[in-house]
């Protein structure tokens, strides 16, 4: 669990109702940018302005123009906290949900072949539970994307990972995945990598 989550959660001044909703707004505010690499954070900026952009078009001429702002940044903003972000491995933060465990292997094997599918991808790694060998029905899936160098690969990986993490809400499939510019996410980790896909072998 995120530590500051879990700071907020457990405190025992903050009602847990309102710490469920203050840690779902941080989630929903931030929606993970602090621990993407820079690749991902222009493309989930840039959908962020293209959407708002459209929404403001609308609604500036439904409104007025301080109301058109609000409300678009707030349409565009959830949009892709829906569809971009890891919401359903956020509710596991409050116990809400179950993944049996042959749902993470069914995914895990789906997901090995898209990559292979996928040029631009250099390796995949699963961290967290699945590492510690802990993994349980509570879990969450933690993956790490390594793309290759280039402005193809970056664009063509960063629309992977969007569709996989759009894949796992409409599948209700606790997620969190993230992708790197390069081995130094991997390396940062305190965590050994599990190998989903690893052509050059890169991870011993």
């Known amino acids: 669990m995120n530590k500051l989550y879990n700071k907020i959660l457990n405190a025992k001044f903050i009602p847990k109702t309102i710490g469920v909703l203050i840690v779902i707004f941080i989630n929903w505010l931030f929606q993970s940018l602090l621990y993407m690499g820079i690749t991902e954070k222009i493309l989930k900026i840039f959908i962020d302005l293209v959407l708002f ?12 123009f301080i109301s058109a702002i609000v409300i678009s940044f707030i349409i565009a903003h959830t949009l892709n906290w829906i569809f971009n972000g890891h919401i359903f491995a956020l509710l596991k933060t409050f116990g809400n949900i179950k993944t049996e465990t ?4 069914f ?7 898209r990559s292979t599918n996928e040029s631009s991808i250099l390796l995949v790694a699963t961290f967290g539970s699945m590492s510690r060998k802990e993994l349980k029905k509570t879990s969450d899936l933690d993956i790490r994307v390594i793309r290759k160098e280039g402005f193809n690969n970056a664009l063509r990986s960063s629309f992977f990972v969007l569709f996989e993490r759009s894949n796992a809400f409409f599948n209700k499939f606790p997620l969190d995945i993230y992708l790197c510019d390069n081995m130094d996410c991997i390396e940062k980790l305190k965590e050994s990598p599990v190998p989903v896909y690893d052509p050059n072998q890169l991870l011993k």
């Open 53 to 64: 952009l459209g929404f403001f078009v609308i609604f500036n001429h439904i409104t007025n």
């Open 102 to 105: 042959e749902e993470f292997s």
């Open 107 to 113: 995914y895990l094997d789906n997901l090995k072949n």
